[in-house]
């Protein structure tokens, strides 16, 4: 598959807990971005990674969220002590370069309890 | 403030009647363009964009959208609708100073036999 990937695609967890939510982007895409997709709040950003460079953590709302992206590829997105508001979709896109076309995976549906 | 505004939540036309979905943005220069779908359950699938150029792009799946500079607007048409087009469509732009997608809240379709 030469598609973004993320696992898992759903995933339940009780309040309080930690998760971790990977994306695998495209080959050779340099830009990955996270977003979340709620109803209350519809598509909004979270982070973006580029190279080597700090990534841009403006959209994350609170310090409970944490994201890394290991050897310029894989990411995982940590959502530290779940909160029932942080149930979502979580959806991981990549781009070949900052401001190109952005891929998105399938998301990670997180159901907090 | 950057905003994009999609004025239709929902939208219900019969299989085979075009199609037109209306997208207005807000930002200080010619921002990038993009018409995303999104299936029930999936990811958001890149139907068309807009960079520069011809003010008409053509997309996957027999959809087009024209950008209209002096009205701010990126509408998505299709000519005769099938009954796989009922999804959620998402209009987005990123600012030529920026990299992240800012969405509409989108338009959801119905189509009807």
């Known amino acids: 598959g030469a598609g973004v990937s993320q696992s898992p695609s759903n995933k339940v967890t009780e309040k309080g807990k930690d998760v971790e939510l990977r994306c695998d982007p495209i080959?050779?895409?340099?830009?990955l971005y996270w977003y979340r997709q709620s109803l209350g709040q519809g598509l909004e950003f979270l982070i973006y990674f580029q190279g080597n460079s700090a990534p841009d953590k403006s959209g994350l709302p609170s310090d409970r969220f944490s994201a890394e992206r290991t050897g310029g590829s894989v990411s995982t997105l940590t959502i530290q002590r779940t909160q029932q508001e942080d149930s979502a979709v979580y959806l991981c896109a990549s781009s070949p370069t900052e401001g190109d076309t952005q891929y998105f995976g399938p998301g990670t549906r997180l159901t907090v309890l | 403030a950057q905003s994009v505004t999609q004025p239709d939540i929902h939208i219900t036309v019969s299989e085979g009647a075009s199609l037109e979905l209306r997208c207005n943005y807000s930002?200080?220069?010619?921002?990038?363009l993009f018409w995303y779908v999104q299936s029930p359950g999936q990811g958001l699938q890149l139907l068309l964009k807009?960079?520069?150029?011809?003010?008409l792009v053509q997309g996957i799946k027999g959809f087009e959208a024209e950008f209209k500079r002096s009205q701010s607007s990126f509408n998505l048409r299709k000519p005769s609708v099938h009954w796989s087009d009922a999804a959620e469509y998402f209009c987005?732009?990123?600012?030529?100073?920026?990299?992240?997608?800012?969405f509409g809240a989108g338009t959801t379709v119905t189509v009807r036999a």
């Open positions: 930002y200080g220069a010619t921002p990038y």
């Open positions: 080959s050779g895409h340099t830009a």
């Open positions: 807009y960079f520069s150029g011809d003010t």
């Open positions: 987005a732009v990123v600012d030529g100073r920026d990299y992240k997608l800012s």
